[in-house]
């Protein structure tokens, strides 16, 4: 009897590593799991812009792009909605700089020179800002891009651009960037949201070939 007791308490330790064996160790708390920071949105870049409207978010990202000649020119932004909210004055205060959008800043991509109200925007990838007014508003050229869009650097603004405002017709539930077609290489850069219309026109400078 003195001989089996060791080798059957080698048995039965045996039994038990084998229960806590490797699919343990790698499990994963679910509530740990779902506190995991989920990885940045990809930037946009001119060959893939960020997709449109995703079902369940309250700020979807969305695009609006106008081709010009060859050239394609877009704006990547987020786009949040009214949703009984009070939004010119209140959500978006006067006489402060404004995200234009919601979450990851706006982004401006061209492949060309631009004018955007007569003033020199050479190409490249830019964000947007907004500094809006009761009667006037201006459209901000910001150098700096990639970063959060309430994360602002006065100091790398490339312009600040006077926009023309009008009411639109109807009230605009969700903030809506539009790139309208004009005449020959312009293109209109147009924000609506809630009762307001800031717009501002924009010309490729030597546009590709078609």
Request: aromatic share 6%; hydrophobic share 40%.
């Amino acid at each position: 009897m003195n001989r089996i007791a060791p080798v059957l308490l080698l048995l039965a330790a045996a039994s038990i590593t084998a229960c806590s064996g490797p699919d343990d160790a790698e499990s994963v708390d679910p509530q740990a799991q779902s506190a995991a920071p989920t990885q940045p949105a990809r930037q946009p870049t001119a060959e893939a812009p960020a997709q449109g409207q995703a079902q369940g978010i309250p700020s979807p990202r969305d695009t609006s792009e106008a081709t010009v000649g060859s050239d394609r020119v877009f704006v990547d932004y987020g786009r949040p909605s009214m949703r009984g909210r009070p939004i010119m004055g209140a959500l978006v205060p006067y006489g402060q700089v404004w995200r234009t959008g919601a979450n990851a800043a706006t982004t401006l991509v061209t492949p060309r020179d631009l004018r955007i109200g007569g003033t020199a925007v050479p190409a490249g990838t830019y964000t947007l800002y907004t500094l809006p007014g009761e009667s006037a508003w201006q459209l901000i050229i910001n150098k700096q891009t990639g970063q959060w869009g309430t994360e602002y650097d006065q100091a790398q603004d490339l312009a600040r651009i006077p926009m023309q405002v009008a009411r639109t017709p109807a009230p605009v539930e969700q903030f809506t960037i539009a790139l309208e077609p004009g005449g020959g290489n312009e293109v209109n850069l147009a924000l609506m949201w809630e009762n307001t219309r800031a717009s501002v026109p924009m010309e490729l400078v030597q546009p590709g070939a078609r």
